[in-house]
């Protein structure tokens, strides 16, 4: 299984940016996938989730700017970031409950990191 993460890179504040995950391998089932981001000297923190019934979830840092879709096979998730400010730079990772095929347990993957960086 891999999550290959595209997208992120240098913006202006106030200005929007999207980041995308896709999910690759012998997946059976996906519960939910999200993103979390980590700006430097600071924990990882959770930035948005959809579950596989398209229920979000936002942290009130960014409700209101940031929306995480997922398109219809569920396997690919987009974060519009909209508004940014200097403060949502950080580096973007891409995550996922999911089920591999022959396991009966879901379990948690990660991507490889995208930089995101809102500067003027």
């Known amino acids: 299984v891999q999550l290959q993460a595209s997208g992120g890179g240098l913006v202006q504040p106030g200005g929007s940016l999207s980041v995308s995950c896709a999910a690759y391998?012998?997946?059976?089932?996906?519960?939910?996938m999200g993103w979390y981001r980590q700006a430097p000297g600071k924990q990882r923190e959770l930035v948005a989730t959809i579950t596989s019934d398209g229920t979000t979830m936002y942290p009130d840092s960014v409700k209101g700017r940031f929306a995480i879709s997922r398109d219809g096979a569920g396997n690919t998730v987009t974060l519009q970031m909209n508004s940014l400010k200097p403060e949502d730079t950080a580096v973007y990772y891409c995550?996922?409950?999911?089920?591999?095929?022959?396991?009966?347990?879901?379990?948690?993957?990660w991507g490889q990191g995208t930089q995101v960086t809102v500067s003027s």
């Open positions: 391998g012998s997946i059976s089932s996906i519960h939910h």
């Open positions: 995550n996922a409950l999911l089920k591999v095929y022959g396991t009966i347990r879901f379990a948690y993957y």
